[in-house]
């Protein structure tokens, strides 16, 4: 049997995650401890305690949910110790931090650094161009590619996540999102709003990207020590040179994810 170990990304947090691990494993502990020594904040008591709406900003979610995601992983490796013989990882978005440093690519504190920064500037960028997202059922994604196409207004929009076969997040300014919602949920389709307000995976954060890509470069990556499917290419990679690039424009790139999961 091969396994393979999959990383969520925003979207799967609430107060408290991880730390039934984190107060009874001390390598659990020690995982939360590095991931706060890199941030300027107290990022295991927001995890904990919140309040909610301060957990859920992008520059304290982003490092919680990858300290969170890395100290599940290090309780199941305590578990189960060599019976988890891992053939592939993949990380959803935000998750695929995770899948680099569960590989080998990342440290925990160099992964914690990146999306720290990459919080940031996603904030930033959804402060200047406000947006959203929302999930589109029932339509393909070439039914959800030709509505897009479609659209003459001035707003925003593109596919932001391709989940299942017909589970397509759509991501952009308002004005774009609503116009093709409204002709999706003509052609049958049921749209619901997410709660984020940063149009992620979109042209509207891409002014993020270059900004990441300075940061990235300072950051060592290794290759891979077990294989990672990248959300950009649906495909395995071991040259970081290639590795650093990707991440860097994931940021505004659609999430492959039915095509990593096929």
């Given amino acids: 049997m091969?396994?393979?170990?999959?990383f969520p990304g925003q979207g799967s947090q609430y107060l408290g995650m991880g730390q039934e691990f984190i107060d009874s494993d001390k390598d659990c502990a020690s995982?939360?401890?590095v991931?706060?020594?890199v941030c300027?904040?107290?990022l295991n008591e927001i995890t904990r305690e919140g309040p909610m709406e301060e957990l859920t900003r992008a520059i304290h979610l982003q490092p919680a949910i990858t300290a969170t995601n890395?100290?599940?992983w290090q309780a199941l490796q305590s578990a189960l110790g060599e019976r988890l013989q891992v053939s592939c990882f993949a990380g959803h978005s935000l998750g695929e931090y995770s899948a680099l440093c569960a590989a080998g690519i990342l440290t925990v504190a160099d992964t914690v650094r990146l999306v720290a920064r990459r919080g940031a500037l996603m904030e930033r960028e959804g402060l200047k161009n406000p947006g959203g997202m929302r999930a589109v059922l029932g339509l393909d994604i070439a039914a959800i590619d030709g509505i897009i196409a479609s659209y003459t207004g001035n707003g925003v929009v593109t596919t932001a996540n391709h989940n299942t076969p017909e589970q397509i997040v759509i991501s952009g300014s308002l004005e774009g999102l609503d116009a093709v919602s409204k002709i999706a949920e003509n052609k049958g389709a049921k749209v619901i709003p997410l709660n984020v307000s940063v149009a992620n995976h979109s042209p509207l954060v891409a002014d993020a990207v270059p900004d990441f890509?300075?940061?990235l470069a300072g950051i060592e990556f290794k290759q891979p020590q077990i294989p990672v499917y990248f959300n950009v290419s649906a495909q395995m990679e071991n040259d970081p040179v290639v590795i650093r690039d990707m991440m860097a424009r994931q940021i505004a790139s659609k999430v492959r994810w039915f095509e990593i999961i096929s």
């Fill in 213 to 215: 890509a300075s940061f």
């Fill in 31 to 33: 995982v939360m401890e």
């Fill in 2 to 6: 091969k396994i393979a170990v999959l």
């Fill in 70 to 72: 890395l100290v599940c």
């Fill in 40 to 42: 300027d904040f107290p």
């Fill in 35 to 37: 991931a706060e020594s």
